[in-house]
C-alpha cells in the first residue's frame, strides 16, 4: 500500500478517535495526543501489526494543517462543501420521514365498539407491549367488562389505571383480568400501564351519540356471578381472573379482597423473576463486551501495542457483539418494536432504532466496505454492546429499586392473618381467614393477630392498633368494643363475633383506598403527561435531522459523524424519566400516609394539601371528644369530693339526659359505688331532686336551689369560672346546704391543642366553626389557641361559611366527622374526615384520619409537602437532564467547543436519568412526622368570635342586587340524610318505592342507598 494511502487510513483513524471516544477531544489536547500518532497507524484498527509499512506522519500533517500546528485538527464545520445529487436525496428523504413520523403516531386510529352480551359491554385487551385495541368505544351506562389478556411478563404493563374511574389493577402475567365499571359521563378517558408508559383511551358515547368533553363517573359493579357471562368463548385465554368475585383476589372497581392485593406473593415472584432474567442478560452482555470495549479503547486512546490482532479484527468483534445484541439486547429491543407496532414509541423504541442503526452500519462495513466512502469504513460493535449492557444494567437497579416504592401498601397486605379460631356448634375450630363469615365467634389468644372486625363480646385486653391508626399507645379492649383485624391483641384473651369480613373489614378497605390513589393522577402530572405525547416522535425527529445538518455541514468524514449525532441522540433521551417521575413519589406518598394511619384518597388530595392556606375545625368530634364527661368535681368547705361525686351519681342515676349518663360512667371510672336513690324527681328546666341514703340531693341551676331556699352564693365561683371554660356547671345541695359543683363537657381531645399549634406554626390559619353560642365557643378556642371562631353555625350552613372563606382568596381546608360535616367537606379545597365519625362524612372527603388524631392532619399536610417537592425535583431532573443532553447529543457544543458525546455515554447517562427519579422517589420512604410543638397549658390567644347570623345580614340577594325577580317556579326540598336544602334541579337524585329524593352530595346519596328505609320518605318529593 503506498504512502499516501496509509496517510489516508492514519487521518481515518485520527477522525474517529474525535467522533469514537467519551468526547471529542478539545484544542488543547490535540498537541499531547499527537505523540501516540505513529504507534495508532503502524496498527490500523482490523490489520494484523505484523508487517505493512509504516504511518507516514508527514503526510498526515500535511492533509490536517492546524493554525498552532497541531496534527489531525478538526476541519472546520461546512468548509469546501458543495451540494450534490446525494445531498438532495437525504434533505427529500428527511422530509419525506418526518411527515410520516406526524402520520404514524398522530394521525386518525381506529376505534372498537365493545360487543354486548347478556346486557354488558365485553371487549378483550391484548397486553402486550401496548394495548390492543387501544382505542375501545362503549355506551354509557350499560356495564362494562374489559378482559386484560396479558402476554408478557415484566413490571411495565402489570397493572392497568384508570385514574378517572379510580380503578389501580393487577394484571398476572399471562392471564386475563377482568375489570367491570358502568360508566356514567359521556367522554375520552385514559388509562395507562402503571408506569404511564402505555397509554390507551376509552370513549364513553351516549346511546345514540359521540363521545366529548367530560368528568369521569362510573358505579363499579360486584356481580354476583362468575366474572365471564355464559357462552363467552375464551378458550384461547390461559386463564381467566375475575377480580370481582375471587375471594382471595382484589376487585376491580371498587371492591376489595380480604388481602387487598391480586396475589401479591405472585406480583413479588413475577419481579424476582424479572429481576433474575435482567442479572443474567446484563451478565451476558458485560463478559461477551468487555474484550472488544477494552481492545478498541485501549488502542484509540492510549495507542497499546499489546492488544491481541484478534481482538481488532472485525468478523472477531461481530462474533462477540452479535450475542449481546440479539440476548442482552432482547427485552429492548421486544417492547421497543411492539411498541412501534402499536403506533406509539417509549424508550426502548428510541434504543432499539440507535442499537440497530450503529449495528446495520457496522455490518455493512464489515462485510461490503466497497459500498461506503473510503473515510467512513469504521464498525462500532464495542459501542452497541456497551450501550445495551448499560442500559439493561439501568433497568436492572430501576426494578430493583421501584420495588421499594410499593413497600407501604405490600406491608399492609401482610399484615392479615391466614388463620382464624373460629367457635361453631360449641367447637373450636382454625379456619382459613378468607372461610370466616359474620355472626362467627372468634378467639384471640395474648400476642395473636384478630383476624377481622368485630364487636367483644368476652374478656378484657390491650390491643395494638398502630399498623392500623398509627396511634402507638395499645388500647384496651371490653366487652362491648369494636375491634379492628390485623391489630395485634397483647397481654390478654379475647371472645368476639366477627361483623365485617372478607372486603368489608376495615384494612381491606384501607388498602382499596390506597390502590385508588396511587392509581389517580396529580395536576401537576398532566404537563408531564403532555410532553410525553409529543417527546419520542419530536426525539426521532430530531435525530433525523441531526444527521441532515452533520451530512451537509458536517467535516469529512460527514457521514460517519452524522452516524454518530443520531444514534446519540436516540439513546440519550429518556421519556421514561418522565413518565416516572410523578406517579412514583404519588405510591410512595400515599403508601407513607397509610402506614401512619392517614387515607389520601386521591394524588390531586395530597397535591391540594400542601397549598392549604386555611383550616376549618369543627368543634364536636374534631376539636372535643364528641361525647359529654364528667370533667371537673369541685367540693364545698367541709365536703368530700368523693362522697359528694356519689350522692349526685345516684341522684342522676334514673335520668336519660346524657349529661346525667356522663355523670354515672365518669363516677364508676374512678372505682365508685353508685348507690341506689330511694326517690327521684326532674324538674323541667332546673334539674333533679332524690333521696340519697337518706340525705336530700338537689342537682341543678340556681332556680332550683333558690326554690328550695338554698343560698348558693358561695358556689358561683366555681360555677363561673367553669362556665368561662366552656363547661356545663351543675350545682349540687345536700340536706339544705350548697355541697359543691359538678362540671361536665364535651372534653378537649388531648392531641388538638398540639395541632393546631403544629398548623399555626406552619403558616396556616386555623378557623373553629360551631353551632354553640358565642361563649362556649370562645372557651373552647382559647383553650386551644384558636384566633378565629364562626359560632352559631346551622348544619345547612357550614358550606357556605366554607365557601366564604374560599371567596377570600384561601384554598381551605375542612375536617369534621358528623352528617351535617358532609357538604362542607365537599365544598372544601381538601375535606379530611375523622375516622370514628360517620360514613358519610368520610365518603364526603379527600383524607381520612383514622385514628380520629388531629395531629394527623398537621403529618398529612408535612406529607404533601415533602411528595410535591420530591415531583419537583423528579420533573426537574426529568426535564433538566434531556433539555441539556439532546442538544449536546445533536452537536450543539461542537462549532463552538469540539465536543461531540459519544453514544457510549449517552447510554450511562440514560441509564442514570432514570434510575436518578426511581431513587429520588425512594426517598420519601425515609419520611417521618416532625414532632409536636410544646403548647403552652394557659393560651395566651384571645379569640375573635364571628356570628354566622352576622353573615347573614352583610350578604346581598345577588337577584335583587342585578335588578331580577327571582324565581319562584324552582322549590327547594330537604336532603333525607344531613337536612340541607338542596334545589332540585342540581341535586342528586335516586328512586325509591316510586318516590324521588334529592342529595346535596354523592356522600349523602351513597348513605341513602345503603339504607334508604332508615331515612324513610318524610321529605321526599313526588
Not at 358502568?182 to 376509552?202: D, I, R
Not at 368528568?215 to 354476583?224: G, H, I, M, Y
Not at 362556665?723 to 363537657?745: R, S, W
Not at 420519601?924 to 395566651?940: E, G, I, V, Y
Request: proline content about 6%; charged content about 20%; glycine content about 10%.
Amino acid at each position: 500500500m503506498p504512502p499516501a494511502a496509509w496517510s489516508d487510513r492514519c487521518r481515518g483513524r485520527r477522525l474517529d478517535l474525535e467522533h469514537r471516544g467519551f468526547f471529542i477531544e478539545s484544542l488543547w489536547r490535540r498537541k499531547r495526543r499527537a505523540a501516540f500518532l505513529a504507534l495508532r497507524c503502524k496498527y490500523p484498527r482490523g490489520v494484523s501489526g505484523s508487517g505493512g509499512p509504516k504511518c507516514d506522519r508527514t503526510a498526515v500533517e500535511q492533509r490536517a494543517p492546524g493554525p498552532r500546528g497541531a496534527s489531525c485538527r478538526r476541519p472546520p464545520v461546512g468548509a469546501g462543501k458543495e451540494c450534490t445529487t446525494m445531498d438532495v436525496v437525504v434533505i427529500a428523504v428527511a422530509v419525506v420521514l418526518t411527515g410520516l413520523l406526524g402520520w404514524y403516531f398522530f394521525g386518525p386510529r381506529s376505534t372498537h365498539r365493545a360487543a354486548v352480551e347478556q346486557g354488558v359491554q365485553v371487549m378483550t385487551v391484548a397486553v402486550k407491549g401496548g394495548y390492543s385495541p387501544d382505542v375501545i368505544e362503549v355506551v354509557q351506562g350499560t356495564p362494562v367488562r374489559l378482559l386484560f389478556d396479558r402476554q408478557e411478563a415484566g413490571d411495565c404493563s402489570s397493572r392497568v389505571v384508570f385514574a378517572d374511574f379510580k380503578v389501580n389493577q393487577t394484571l398476572p402475567a399471562y392471564a386475563t383480568t377482568s375489570v367491570e365499571f358502568t360508566p356514567q359521563q359521556v367522554g375520552e378517558f385514559g388509562f395507562a400501564c402503571g408506569m404511564n408508559m402505555l397509554h390507551g383511551t376509552l370513549k364513553v358515547v351516549s346511546a345514540g351519540g359521540r363521545a366529548g368533553g367530560g368528568t369521569a363517573t362510573a358505579v363499579l359493579e360486584r356481580p354476583t356471578t362468575s366474572g365471564l357471562p355464559a357462552g363467552h368463548d375464551h378458550g384461547h385465554m390461559p386463564a381467566v381472573r375475575d377480580e370481582l368475585t375471587a375471594p382471595e383476589q382484589p376487585v376491580a372497581g371498587g371492591q376489595s379482597s380480604p388481602s387487598g392485593d391480586a396475589s401479591p406473593d405472585g406480583e413479588a415472584a413475577e419481579r424476582a423473576a424479572e429481576i433474575a432474567d435482567l442479572r443474567r442478560r446484563v451478565i451476558a452482555g458485560a463478559i461477551l463486551t468487555a474484550p472488544v470495549l477494552l481492545a478498541v479503547m485501549s488502542t484509540s486512546l492510549f495507542g497499546a501495542t499489546w492488544v491481541p490482532d484478534l481482538l481488532m479484527r472485525t468478523w472477531f468483534q461481530l462474533l462477540l457483539i452479535a450475542p449481546v445484541m440479539v440476548y442482552t439486547g432482547w427485552p429492548i429491543h421486544r417492547t421497543g418494536w411492539l411498541a412501534l407496532a402499536h403506533r406509539t414509541a417509549d424508550m426502548n423504541s428510541l434504543i432499539t432504532l440507535g442499537s440497530i442503526a450503529a449495528f446495520g452500519f457496522s455490518l455493512v462495513s464489515t462485510f461490503a466496505p466497497g459500498v461506503l466512502p473510503a473515510d467512513s469504513r469504521e464498525v462500532y460493535y464495542e459501542a452497541v454492546g456497551v450501550i445495551l449492557t448499560l442500559i439493561l444494567l439501568g433497568r436492572l437497579l430501576e426494578t430493583k429499586a421501584k420495588a421499594g416504592t410499593g413497600e407501604a401498601i405490600r406491608a399492609l397486605i401482610g399484615l392479615q392473618p391466614r388463620i382464624a379460631r373460629v367457635v361453631r356448634g360449641g367447637e373450636e375450630f382454625e379456619i382459613g381467614v378468607e372461610d370466616v363469615v359474620v355472626g362467627d365467634t372468634v378467639i384471640i389468644r395474648p400476642g395473636e393477630k384478630l383476624p377481622v372486625d368485630g364487636l367483644v363480646t368476652d374478656g378484657r385486653s390491650p390491643v395494638d392498633e398502630s399498623m392500623v391508626t398509627g396511634e402507638p399507645v395499645p388500647v384496651v379492649k371490653a366487652a362491648g368494643d369494636s375491634v379492628i383485624g390485623a391489630t395485634i391483641n397483647q397481654t390478654g384473651s379475647l371472645r368476639y363475633t366477627a361483623t365485617k369480613v372478607g372486603a368489608d373489614t376495615m384494612l381491606a378497605q384501607i388498602i382499596k383506598l390506597v390502590r385508588e390513589a396511587q392509581g389517580s393522577k396529580a395536576p401537576i402530572q398532566r404537563l408531564a403527561d403532555k410532553v410525553s405525547g409529543y417527546f419520542v416522535p419530536a426525539v426521532i425527529t430530531i435525530a433525523i435531522w441531526s444527521f441532515v445538518v452533520w451530512w451537509l455541514l458536517g467535516p469529512s468524514p460527514a457521514g460517519v459523524f452524522a452516524l454518530v449525532a443520531a444514534v446519540a441522540v436516540l439513546i440519550i433521551a429518556c421519556p421514561c424519566a418522565l413518565g416516572l417521575a410523578t406517579p412514583l413519589s404519588i405510591t410512595v406518598g400515599t403508601g407513607k400516609g397509610a402506614t401512619h394511619g392517614i387515607l389520601i384518597r386521591s394524588a390531586e388530595a395530597l397535591e391540594t394539601a400542601h397549598k392549604l392556606t386555611t383550616v376549618v375545625l369543627d368543634k364536636t368530634g374534631t376539636i372535643t371528644a364528641g361525647a359529654p364527661a364528667l370533667t371537673d368535681v369541685r367540693p364545698a368547705h367541709g365536703m368530700d369530693g368523693d362522697e359528694l361525686l356519689r350522692l349526685v351519681a345516684a341522684a342522676e342515676r334514673d335520668s336519660e339526659h346524657p349529661l346525667a349518663a356522663a355523670i354515672v360512667a365518669g363516677t364508676r371510672e374512678r372505682g365508685l359505688v353508685v348507690p341506689t336513690a330511694s326517690s327521684f324527681e326532674s324538674v323541667t328546666g332546673q334539674g333533679v331532686r332524690a333521696r340519697v341514703d337518706g340525705e336530700q340531693v338537689l342537682v341543678g341551676n340556681q332556680r332550683l336551689l333558690a326554690a328550695a331556699g338554698i343560698d348558693s352564693r358561695s358556689l358561683l365561683g366555681d360555677f363561673e369560672e367553669l362556665a368561662a371554660f366552656g363547661h356545663t356547671p351543675m350545682l349540687v345541695a345536700v340536706d339544705g346546704f350548697p355541697a359543691g359543683v359538678i362540671g361536665v363537657a364535651d372534653p378537649i381531645k388531648e392531641s388538638s391543642a398540639a395541632a393546631i399549634a403544629d398548623l399555626t406554626a406552619r403558616g396556616i390559619d386555623v378557623v373553629m366553626m360551631t353551632g354553640d353560642n358565642r361563649g362556649t365557643a370562645a372557651a373552647v378556642a382559647r383553650q386551644v389557641g384558636i384566633g378565629r371562631v364562626v359560632a352559631e353555625v346551622l348544619p345547612e350552613h357550614k358550606a357556605r361559611e366554607v365557601k366564604r372563606l374560599q371567596a377570600e382568596g384561601r384554598i381551605v381546608g375542612m375536617v369534621g366527622d358528623g352528617i351535617n360535616d358532609a357538604p362542607a367537606l365537599a365544598q372544601a379545597d381538601v375535606g379530611s374526615a375523622i375516622g370514628t365519625g360517620t360514613d358519610v362524612a368520610i365518603e364526603s372527603s379527600d383524607i381520612t384520619l383514622i385514628s380520629g388524631n388531629l395531629g394527623g392532619l398537621v403529618t398529612a399536610i408535612d406529607l404533601s409537602r415533602a411528595t410535591m417537592r420530591n415531583i419537583r425535583q423528579n420533573l426537574g431532573f426529568a426535564f433538566g437532564y434531556n433539555a441539556i443532553g439532546i442538544p449536546i447529543a445533536a452537536g450543539a457544543l461542537y462549532p463552538a467547543f469540539g465536543l461531540l458525546l459519544s453514544p457510549i455515554i449517552a447510554a450511562l447517562a440514560m441509564a442514570a436519568s432514570s434510575l436518578s427519579v426511581v431513587t429520588n422517589a425512594n426517598r420519601l420512604r425515609r419520611f417521618t412526622p416532625r414532632p409536636s410543638t410544646a403548647h403552652p397549658k394557659t393560651s395566651t390567644v384571645t379569640p375573635v368570635v364571628e356570628l354566622a347570623s352576622e353573615h347573614d345580614e352583610h350578604e346581598e340577594d345577588p337577584m335583587h342586587h342585578h335588578g331580577h325577580t327571582p324565581d319562584t317556579s324552582v322549590t327547594e326540598v330537604v336532603d333525607p340524610v344531613c337536612g340541607m336544602k338542596v334545589d332540585p334541579t342540581t341535586a342528586t337524585t335516586r328512586e325509591h318505592d316510586g318516590t324521588r329524593f334529592y342529595f346535596c352530595s354523592p356522600g349523602c346519596a351513597a348513605a341513602f342507598d345503603a339504607d334508604p328505609h332508615r331515612y324513610g320518605h318524610p321529605h321526599a318529593t313526588a
